[in-house]
């Protein structure tokens, strides 16, 4: 069996391929552009990929693939009803991520509420020595205890982010599509209106596009932190710019981007040098741990996948 990975890069070249060696033979492509992706696939029985785009010209140009392992959890770069059309099976790998992001998260969240760039800056750059006070007070920071934290879609990552904002003694709300008993779910306005901190989890979908555009940012406290780490089209990031700008929102933090990278005209690259804007380069899933975790997982579809399971199938 021939197995392609095609962009090893945004999987991390740390991470070693060679459990996926047990299955027959592996060809390793750091980055795939469109260009190149036919060729590379032509006679590729399995995929592994993490952003590379399938559609159904990609589906058709491979004709002896048999299987799709996205190395990842979010699948939306793949076009389902092509692989369904070609008999094509698609496996994803949800909840290897969910420490990594929570984790990420929370710094982001910390770190803009506390300014520390703002404060490690002022110690680097020899203000601090040289201003004679033992402390520096401004900018004010907050206690998080008794604050309310808004959380916008609640999987896995989700749960685990209320988790930790609860043990910061935290209020938390929870937008979720399908509200459960055990949270306290609220319809979408009412967490813009009542939470400090926001953070984004859900899926991209239809339903969640721009989700978050300038009527629910005008919602938002003129104090309040938006994080997002679950797809940059989630927002409508031109809005979100603007919401910065203008003071409507106190501060923004986002690991994600509706193009990656982030290109030269983005609404981002206007607020990026910000004291009370942090971007990241979409890098909240890849703890090592994770991304190690994850090829595990893809190991077992495969594995499930030639024994006739359907061990995280989305097709």
């Known amino acids: 069996m021939k197995i392609v990975i095609l962009d090893k890069k945004s999987m991390g070249e740390d991470i070693s391929e060679s459990p996926l060696r047990s299955f027959g033979e592996v060809v390793v492509y750091g980055a ?9 696939i032509a006679d590729a029985e399995v995929i592994v990929l993490n952003k590379v785009k399938l559609n159904a010209d990609a589906f058709a140009a491979a004709k002896k693939l048999r299987l799709v392992c996205e190395f990842a959890t979010g699948f939306d770069n793949i076009d389902l009803a092509a692989a369904r059309a070609n008999g094509v099976a698609v496996t994803n790998v949800p909840g290897y991520s969910t420490e990594s992001v929570a984790l990420h998260t929370m710094a982001t969240v910390l770190s803009l509420v506390t300014h520390l760039r703002t404060y490690n800056e002022y110690v680097k750059n020899g203000s601090y020595t040289a201003s004679g006070v033992p402390n520096l007070l401004a900018p004010v920071y907050h206690e998080l205890a008794g604050k309310t934290f808004g959380i916008i ?9 209320a988790e930790i904002a609860k043990a910061f003694g935290m209020r938390v709300l929870v937008n979720k599509r ?15 209106r009542e939470s400090d901190v926001i953070t984004v989890h859900c899926p991209l979908n239809e339903g969640t ?3 978050i555009h300038k009527d629910r940012l005008a919602l938002m406290k003129p104090t309040a932190v938006l994080y997002n ?16 700008l203008s003071g409507q929102i106190g501060a923004f933090g986002s690991d994600v981007y509706s193009v990656e990278p982030m290109p030269k005209d ?3 690259q206007r607020i990026k040098d910000l004291e ?9 899933w890849a703890a090592v741990e994770a991304r190690e975790r994850c090829l595990s997982i893809i190991c077992g579809n495969i594995e499930s996948f030639l024994a006739g399971g359907r061990n995280n199938r989305v097709d």
Do not use: K, W
């Open 229 to 244: 780490a679950a797809r940059g089209a989630v927002l409508n990031e031109a809005d979100v710019a603007e919401a910065v």
């Open 32 to 40: 795939t552009e469109p260009q190149q992706l036919h060729a590379r």
């Open 153 to 161: 879609g609640c999987g896995n990552i989700g749960r685990r982010v």
């Open 266 to 268: 983005h609404p981002f």
């Open 276 to 284: 009370n804007v942090l971007l990241t380069p979409h890098a909240a």
């Open 178 to 192: 399908t509200p459960v008993e055990d949270l306290n779910c609220v319809d979408i306005d009412t967490l813009c």
């Open 209 to 211: 596009r721009h989700l």
